[in-house]
């Protein structure tokens, strides 16, 4: 059978499939999709960005490479502790006063996604670094039609205490140049968006290596605009950034075993949920009624209040990972769940521009790839046209706590990409961008696969909903009688009139094992694109 590709954007899609068909791998077509990504979805994505690869060869060995962010070394853990606001309700981020954390150059981390994408390809690859960043140069340079789901993003005005993405695309001169038209309009749907500068960049990149964009000419240049303006990223930090190579967390769940990733990523809150749902028979209750969403949204309110009280950066913070999944842990929090008692969140009160692609190709090569700008800083250095992470926008402001901020650190992130096998023989492999959503999402989509049968199209499409606190957030297409019954089991339902809400877009292929046919499913909530060879 031929491979798959599955993502959010037509054109990394096609340039996936281009690279298996003429003979390359699925590592290969995951690197060359991810930097087409970082062109055409510029703000939930870039080469200052971060995020974590999910990889398993056909031969069964199996890695994560986790490029997160981590905080500047001029970071102090109590800098921001008299600004907090709030954290988010939906759980992703701190607001602050002046947003200081969340667009402008001090909310920027040091970015490992060049690292990462560099390190897929040295490891598993076996097409060239140059060659797996040429249809990203074409694109940028030649210029790409901007999507309805691009513009829609540019224009959405921001609620409480975010900001929009019309501000930050406005925040710094070069970064109003290449989105502002001189009107004062963004680009429209189907108007041909060009970045010369990115252009001449990759290009760079992809002659002078990865290696370039931190301790090269790409590194200086970035080093000089960091200090002029204030950021905590320093040329040292950019110098000393490594990747972390780590083994997959494994679980199990109704006969399949499923890897993800470690802490700091959100693989763990994902296993929790699974094994506390594990212990009924999910689908007698019927998809999404009442019943069903009261106990799969206490589960999740049950592992995130794990998630946020006991998980951090790993290199920083003694993570619990093994209690966390003990038969003892779990039943105890099955049974809180079962209690209907309040389940209370940490949370302060005073993973969202992301993308993702999943590959299978006809060996049996998977991986697959979550990786992010956060929400985008706004800020573009002049003449590289790419813009930074703002990284800093969901690490603790307040000291103490397992995702307080400290140099060198990494933040927690929602990311989970996940492999299913059965009988050592993979069967599916999914994750999502989203926000702390990933994690929800991919749940839910996992669970519509196996407890519910769906197909990958369905499992990615039907109703969703998200509680990571006492705020239950669903899509309107689960019916107001519904939802207004578990508001009368106590939970606080935002009033969400959204088909297909913010939710995240989770992009699957599941594969038959025995015949190896492949099927995918891409998330309709904004874009997304099957293409098989």
């Known amino acids: 059978m031929g491979g798959m590709v ?154 409480g205490e975010r900001v929009s993405m019309r501000e930050r695309i406005a925040h710094t001169p070069a970064s109003r140049q290449l989105y502002i038209k001189p009107n004062g309009e963004t680009w429209h749907p189907g108007e041909r968006l060009r970045n010369p500068d990115y252009a001449r960049t990759l290009r760079r990149l992809a002659e002078a290596g990865p290696e370039d964009f931190y301790t090269g000419e790409l590194a200086q240049r970035m080093a000089e605009d960091l200090e002029a303006n204030g950021a905590f990223v320093t040329a040292e930090d950019l110098a000393n950034y490594r990747v972390r190579i780590l083994e997959p967390l494994w679980f199990s769940y109704r006969g399949y075993e499923l890897a993800t990733n470690p802490p700091a990523g959100g693989g763990i809150c994902l296993a929790e949920i699974l094994k506390i749902l594990e212990r009924e028979d999910l689908a007698s209750l019927g998809l999404n009624s009442v019943e069903y969403i009261d106990f799969v949204a206490r589960a999740m309110q049950a592992a995130f209040a794990d998630w946020y009280g006991k998980v951090g950066d790993p290199a920083f913070v003694d993570v619990p990972v093994e209690r966390l999944l003990s038969d003892d842990h779990l039943r105890a929090r099955y049974e809180l769940v079962r209690s209907g008692e309040p389940i209370a969140v940490p949370r302060r009160v005073a993973e969202r521009g992301t993308t993702h692609v999943t590959v299978i190709d006809s060996a049996g090569n998977v991986a697959s790839i979550t990786h992010s700008l956060g929400s985008s800083s706004g800020v573009v250095t002049p003449g590289l046209g790419f813009t930074y992470n703002n990284c800093m926008n969901a690490a603790d402001p307040i000291p103490g706590g397992p995702n307080s901020i400290a140099p060198g650190k990494a933040r927690i992130t929602g990311m989970c990409p996940t492999i299913g096998l059965k009988r050592g023989e993979v069967v599916f492999a999914l994750g999502a961008p989203g926000g702390t959503r990933i994690i929800t999402g991919v749940l839910q989509a996992l669970i519509n696969l196996v407890d519910h049968g769906l197909t990958p199209v369905e499992a990615v499409s039907a109703p969703r909903f998200d509680s990571q606190s006492e705020y239950l957030d669903c899509e309107a297409r689960i019916p107001s009688w519904v939802r207004a019954a578990l508001a009368e089991r106590g939970f606080k339902v935002v009033e969400n009139p959204s088909l297909y809400g913010n939710f995240a877009r989770v992009q699957l292929i599941a594969r038959d094992p025995l015949t190896g046919q492949l099927r995918g499913g891409a998330d309709p909530r904004s874009g997304g694109v099957v293409l098989e060879t």
Not at 27 to 52: E, H, L, R
Not at 66 to 81: E, I, K, L, Q
Not at 118 to 141: C, D, K, M, N, Y
């Open 6 to 159: 599955v993502a959010p954007q037509a054109p990394a899609v096609e340039a996936g499939i281009e690279v298996l068909r003429r003979g390359g791998n699925a590592f290969d077509a995951a690197v060359t999709t991810a930097f087409v990504q970082t062109v055409v979805d510029p703000q939930m994505c870039g080469i200052a960005g971060f995020g974590v690869a999910n990889l398993r060869t056909a031969d069964g060995r199996h890695q994560i490479i986790d490029f997160n962010a981590t905080a500047g070394s001029r970071v102090r853990p109590d800098m921001w502790r008299d600004l907090l606001i709030e954290q988010d309700w939906t759980g992703y981020g701190y607001h602050l006063q002046g947003k200081v954390n969340d667009v402008g150059y001090q909310s920027i981390m040091t970015p490992g996604t060049v690292a990462g994408l560099a390190e897929v390809l040295r490891r598993f690859g076996t097409i060239s670094w140059a060659e797996a960043i040429q249809p990203a140069i074409g694109l940028a340079e030649q210029g790409f039609l901007v999507s309805p789901e691009l513009w829609r993003l540019w224009n959405l005005p921001a609620a």
